[in-house]
């Protein structure tokens, strides 16, 4: 079953450094061993992947996870060696290092989007009404709760 949550994927992961990628596949992106800039064609030295950590705290931990989900591509977790940074300061992975965690479920993912975008609306409101209304935002932030 995919990780469909964030008890799921530190008890998978522990403290360990790990990596999401949003792509055709773990065996594709094993095949194929490199990531592309789709704006100037260049090859990285590797995959693209957002680097985490199963320490980050919960709520920079979930808003990193989600970062990419807008390529609608399945998304999932591995373990891997980095082997530099691609063109847009991403850290990139050796495929042949690679070992597979879990998928990511896609109505988790929707969910952590949702999550985000309420605290996105939140900061927001507390900025239109000032510095210390944002300063206060914070406290009342929405939980990650049940994600």
């Given at each position: 079953m995919a990780i469909n949550s964030l008890d799921k994927?530190?008890?998978l992961v522990g403290n360990k450094t790990f990596y999401v990628r949003y792509s055709s596949?773990?065996?594709v992106?094993?095949?194929y061993k490199y990531s592309k800039d789709h704006q100037t064609g260049e090859t990285h030295d590797g995959l693209s992947a957002i680097r985490l950590s199963g320490d980050m705290p919960d709520s920079d931990l979930l808003r990193r996870i989600s970062e990419y989900c807008h390529t609608f591509k399945p998304g999932w977790v591995c373990l891997a060696k980095?082997?530099?940074i691609d063109t847009d300061g991403a850290p990139t992975i050796d495929a042949d290092t690679m070992e597979l965690i879990d998928d990511l479920d896609a109505g988790w993912i929707k969910r952590i989007v949702d999550w985000s975008i309420a605290c996105d609306d939140h900061r927001s409101a507390a900025k239109r009404r000032g510095y210390k209304a944002l300063a206060e935002c914070y406290a009342t932030m929405p939980k990650p709760e049940g994600l």
């Open positions: 994927l530190k008890s596949g773990f065996e992106d094993r095949k980095e082997t530099g």
